[in-house]
């Protein structure tokens, strides 16, 4: 079964930088697409950024492109999202997801797509 466990969210000042990850177990990142969504509470989860099964092709949200990059490290079987320049509105519990099915260079930017997900880790950007 596959299981994702997200780390790396924390309290940080606006402005600075943080590097999530997002562990994975079985193979998953070398042959599933990845992605990133973020949610605050009362608000719809929304898309941040996703990289495809053969980790050519990344896309992201225009709140965040320039600022996040999405990488796979598929030695270690992980998938980070490095944030720079955190903004407030950036504050949110963050998920990382993979998505088994479709070719090896698509990426998704709809949370439907994906079939599994990690438990959240929180970020928090002050002013």
């Known amino acids: 079964q596959v299981q994702l466990v997200e780390s790396g969210g924390r309290l940080v000042q606006a402005g600075g930088s943080l590097r999530l990850s997002c562990a994975a177990s079985?193979?998953?990142?070398?042959?599933?697409?990845g992605g990133w969504f973020r949610q605050v509470p009362g608000k719809q989860r929304e898309f941040v950024a996703a990289i495809s099964a053969n980790g050519i092709h990344t896309f992201y949200a225009g709140a965040v492109k320039g600022r996040f990059t999405i990488s796979k490290d598929n030695a270690k079987d992980t998938m980070s999202l490095q944030m720079n320049s955190l903004r407030p509105d950036d504050t949110a519990v963050y998920y990382c997801a993979a998505a088994k099915t479709g070719p090896q260079d698509s990426y998704y930017t709809w949370d439907g797509s994906y079939e599994y997900w990690g438990q959240g880790t929180q970020v928090t950007a002050s002013s």
């Open positions: 079985g193979r998953v990142f070398t042959t599933y697409a």
